[in-house]
């Protein structure tokens, strides 16, 4: 079965300092999609990024950094220099292979606080 | 790119009445579709996917149901609301492109009293 693990519930830190949020998956999958979306307090989701499970390159986007490691089946994402409009709840996702369902499973989140 | 339509953006609703959630999705054809629900403070539990017109796939036991009666919509739906069915509602499609993932609704935020 798949499954996301977000273990920081709640993360709160001042204006300026890098932060990282880290997500564990777990599939039997060999081909599968690593995500991480952004949901601001209006509440829509906002895609961040997606990852191939055979691309372990990892990525710079600004600020935003994702270390994708499948030795320790971790996809972590990393605020450089925090601002107070990256206050949000982070989800890390998991998508099987494209095929007939193709089913996200979602993390349960980190809020991070970013404090002025 | 695919655009995905929810109403109502806001709901409240009386325990024991019925629910009509309703999705639509514009620049696509035959896309999955997904319904996920969003409790206070949690994270996103898939609760239906639809691979195609009719075909309703339940991922967890509750008080709801899905249906997809045409190629374009997708239906969630209660006979009876009980207040565990409180939540934020969202609907999904996979974006079409390898680059990037899947597109959600803005959500219906449903209140059961």
């Known amino acids: 079965a798949q499954k996301v693990t977000q273990a920081q519930t709640e993360i709160s830190v001042v204006e300026k300092e890098d932060v990282t949020l880290d997500c564990v998956y777990e599939?039997?999958?060999?081909?599968?999609?690593l995500f991480w979306y952004k949901q601001p307090p209006s509440g829509e989701l906002v895609f961040l990024i997606r990852r191939n499970s055979f691309d372990e390159q990892n990525e710079i986007s600004g600020r935003y950094s994702w270390n994708f490691q499948k030795s320790t089946s971790s996809f972590n994402f990393t605020i450089t220099a925090s601002q107070v409009v990256d206050s949000a709840v982070y989800f890390c996702?998991?998508?099987?292979?494209?095929?007939?369902?193709?089913?996200?499973?979602f993390g349960s989140g980190t809020r991070l606080s970013i404090r002025p | 790119s695919q655009t995905i339509h929810q109403w109502p953006a806001t709901l409240v609703q009386p325990v024991g009445s019925p629910l009509s959630l309703e999705c639509t999705v514009e620049?696509?054809?035959?896309?999955?579709l997904y319904w996920y629900r969003q409790a206070a403070g949690r994270g996103l539990q898939l609760l239906f996917y639809?691979?195609?017109?009719?075909?309703i796939s339940s991922e967890v036991p509750q008080n709801l149901s899905a249906s997809r009666p045409q190629d374009r919509q997708f239906i969630l739906s209660s006979k009876k609301l009980l207040l565990s069915d409180s939540g934020f509602y969202l609907c999904?499609?996979?974006?079409?492109?390898?680059?990037?993932?899947?597109?959600f609704g803005s959500g219906t935020r449903l209140t059961v009293v």
């Open positions: 999904a499609c996979p974006n079409e492109g390898p680059r990037y993932g899947y597109t």
């Open positions: 620049g696509t054809s035959n896309p999955n």
């Open positions: 639809s691979v195609g017109i009719g075909q």
């Open positions: 599939t039997r999958d060999t081909t599968y999609y």
């Open positions: 996702a998991l998508s099987e292979a494209p095929s007939s369902a193709s089913k996200i499973i």
